[in-house]
């Protein structure tokens, strides 16, 4: 009969997604995630195998963290410009982290690497593109494709606030945000003024 593991699979991948964020690639050894998590190195092999698929499964289940808050957040915000907005800043929580802008980009070069990891990027963005689209479907004079708009401005924005980090996070995205779908939405535009 198998031994019960004392930890689960997702467990461990967390806490090998903490190195990853910590350290990069380099920070992430079965020695280290030994300590981390309290199994022995040995264990670890067995269960996950080499170390490039041990990141690779680490970062699959942090994308998987990132498609289940894509889609609550889009069953959940209100169908409308507020609501594409509130998306946004919600999907960016964590963000303002001190350690995120070297721990993202890490993880970004990582994903950009591997085939796999770039598929859930492009079926991610598919997924987040529908739901902001979905938040303008009963807004006549959006313009099609602001969804795809309003993720690269999201995306651009996270960049740029990382060399001010004046403001907090949130205002700085609700700011740029609201500003771009007031650009594109002539009735959002006229609302705000």
Do not use: N
Request: charged residues 25%.
């Amino acid at each position: 009969m198998p031994r019960r593991k004392s930890q689960s699979d997702e467990q461990v991948l967390d806490a090998a997604l903490a190195l990853l964020r910590e350290g990069g690639v380099e920070g992430l050894t079965f020695a280290a995630l030994a300590a981390r998590s309290g199994l022995s190195a040995a264990t670890l092999v067995q269960r996950f195998g080499a170390k490039p698929e041990l990141g690779r499964r680490a970062l699959l289940q942090a994308w998987d963290q990132l498609d289940d808050l894509t889609a609550e957040l889009a069953a959940t915000v209100p169908r409308t410009a507020a609501g594409a907005v509130e998306f946004l800043v919600g999907l960016s929580r964590g963000h303002e982290r001190p350690d995120y802008e070297g721990s993202g980009l890490l993880l970004l070069r990582e994903d950009l690497r591997d085939p796999v990891l770039r598929e859930r990027g492009v079926a991610w963005e598919s997924a987040l593109v529908e739901a902001l689209d979905d938040c303008f479907s009963s807004t006549p004079d959006a313009p099609d494709q602001i969804g795809r708009v309003l993720a690269s401005q999201w995306q651009g924005a996270l960049i740029w606030w990382l060399f001010r980090r004046s403001v907090p996070l949130e205002e700085y995205l609700t700011d740029s945000i609201t500003e771009i779908v007031g650009l594109l939405v002539p009735s959002e535009r006229r609302a705000r003024a």
